[in-house]
């Protein structure tokens, strides 16, 4: 098993293999170890954990905990796992996989870079920032009814949009004789693993 489900980059994950000896015999000289050559992972203490035996019938629960890299690209990572053992004096290996998943949330922001004259056409510019850790993908800015007169398309697409990166935007409106404008936003956009968020701004 594997907790959390998902791991941010940064931050640490436990995985949790339990070995239960089925065989017909006690089982001497087990480890367990990960593969970590190939994956963005460190050990917080060991990737190898050793037993002087386990007996016919009976669990070992063995305990990682992995730290995933700072800069470890969103994606599900398979860990090789091997069991090696000795059964009658004769030396055994077994190679399983674990995998774990690596994501986090785009974080997004926006600001009006505009300066707005009543009783005309005006060009409001919005500039969408990103300063979670990972990209946003499919991102697609929609502007509401307000008080003002839209004179654009109130949907822009922009596609994908990095970490620690922002894009800029604009909507042509027509702004009435008033003292404060409200821009209502709607940003549609995916994480790395395509789930699919909508916030208000």
């Known amino acids: 098993s594997v907790s959390p489900q998902e791991v941010i980059p940064g ?9 239960d000896n089925h065989l017909d015999d006690d089982a001497e000289d087990v480890s367990v170890s990960l ?4 994956v963005p992972f460190a050990p917080e203490k060991t990737s190898e954990e050793f037993f002087d035996e386990i007996v016919k019938d009976k669990k070992r ?3 990682f905990m992995l730290n995933a890299d700072a800069n470890a690209e969103p994606a599900v990572y ?3 796992v091997s069991v090696s053992y000795k059964i009658n004096n004769q030396s055994k290996t077994r190679i399983t996989y674990i995998s774990v998943t690596v994501n986090a949330k785009p974080t997004l922001d ?3 870079n505009s300066f707005i004259l009543k009783n005309q056409k005006n060009k409001i510019q919005i ?10 993908s499919f991102l697609e800015v929609e502007i509401g009814q307000s008080n003002f007169a839209l004179l654009s398309g109130s949907k822009i697409y922009v596609g994908d949009l990095d970490s620690n990166d922002f894009d800029t935007i604009s909507f042509d409106v027509f702004v009435r004789d008033t003292s404060t404008i409200n ?9 790395p693993s395509n789930k699919e968020y909508e916030e208000s701004y």
């Open 78 to 80: 398979k860990i090789p």
């Open 61 to 63: 629960d063995v305990r």
């Open 127 to 136: 500039q969408i920032s990103n300063t979670g850790l990972a990209k946003a």
């Open 35 to 38: 593969d970590l050559s190939k």
């Open 110 to 112: 926006s600001s009006i």
């Open 11 to 19: 931050k640490s994950v436990e995985i949790r293999i339990v070995i």
């Open 183 to 191: 821009i209502p936003l709607t940003i549609k956009y995916k994480d």
